[in-house]
C-alpha cells in the first residue's frame, strides 16, 4: 500500500540501549519529519530533513541521530535510549513548495525505556 | 517564534449537538492554519487548512473553521457531532519559508456522549 509507515509500531527497551526507529514514504515527498508526542505537549519537533542527505534539528533534539541516504527512508536513532524519551513517535512527509505543507503521518510508534 | 495555544484540554458534548474548539495563535507574518484530527492509536488526519483568501474554510467530516486575524484565532465548528468525532484535536500553524515548520498546539481531547 502507498503512503507513510513506520516500524516497528511498539517497541520496549532499557536504559541505554540504542534503538532505531523507521519511516518510510511511497510518495517521493521531499520533506520529512520526526515528532514525539507527549501528553500536556502535543506534538514537538525532533528533526526535519529537506531532501536526501540534508536534516536540520527541530525544537527537541538532543539524545536523537537520523540520516536520509534515499529520499523515501528516514530512520531516528536513539544513541543511548533514556527513559524521558519514553513517547509516541510520529513520521510525517510532505511535498516541496512553500504553500503546499500540508503534512502526511505515520501511525506512529509507541515506544516505552525501562 | 510561532505557538498555538488551545485553551480547552478536554471537551464533552452530546452527540447531535453543535462543536467549537478553540485554538489561539502568535506569528509575524500571514500564518498557515491547520486543524489534524487523532484517533485513539492512529496518526494524524488533515481536516482542514487556511492559508489565504476566504476566511471559513471548509473541511473534511463536515468542520469548518474560521480565521480571524483580530483575535489571532482560528476555532474548530461542527454543527452536529456524531459520536465518531470522539478524537483528539490539534490546531498548527505553519511557517512560510521552504521547510515550512508546523508547531502544534497541546490538543483537545473530544468526548461525544449519546
Known amino acids: 500500500d502507498a503512503g507513510i509507515t513506520q516500524s516497528p509500531r511498539y517497541k520496549i527497551t532499557e536504559t541505554g540501549r540504542q534503538v532505531t526507529l523507521m519511516c518510510h514514504q511511497t510518495?517521493?515527498?521531499?520533506?520529512m519529519f520526526w515528532y514525539r508526542q507527549d501528553l500536556g505537549h502535543g506534538l514537538r519537533l525532533i528533526y526535519y530533513s529537506a531532501a536526501a542527505d540534508i536534516t536540520d534539528k527541530g525544537e527537541v533534539p538532543d539524545g536523537y541521530v537520523v540520516s536520509r541516504s534515499k529520499t523515501e527512508n528516514f530512520p531516528l536513532t536513539l544513541e543511548s535510549a533514556t527513559r524521558s524519551q519514553t513517547s509516541v513517535y510520529f513520521c510525517a512527509s510532505r511535498l516541496a513548495g512553500g504553500r503546499n505543507n500540508e503534512q502526511f503521518f505515520g501511525p506512529g510508534t509507541r515506544l516505552t525505556v525501562l | 517564534a510561532q505557538s498555538v495555544t488551545q485553551p480547552d484540554i478536554h471537551i464533552t458534548v452530546s452527540e447531535g449537538a453543535s462543536l467549537e474548539l478553540r485554538c489561539n495563535y502568535s506569528y509575524g507574518a500571514t500564518p498557515y492554519l491547520f486543524w489534524y484530527v487523532q484517533s485513539p492509536g492512529q496518526g494524524l488526519q488533515l481536516l482542514l487548512k487556511?492559508?489565504?483568501?476566504?476566511?471559513l474554510v471548509q473541511g473534511i467530516k463536515g468542520f469548518e473553521a474560521e480565521f480571524k486575524r483580530s483575535q489571532s484565532s482560528f476555532n474548530l465548528r461542527k454543527p452536529s457531532v456524531h459520536w465518531s468525532d470522539a478524537a483528539e484535536y490539534f490546531c498548527a500553524v505553519g511557517a512560510s519559508g521552504t521547510a515550512s515548520k508546523l508547531t502544534f498546539g497541546t490538543g483537545t481531547r473530544l468526548q461525544v456522549t449519546l
Open positions: 510518495w517521493s515527498h521531499s520533506y
Open positions: 487556511y492559508f489565504s483568501g476566504d476566511t
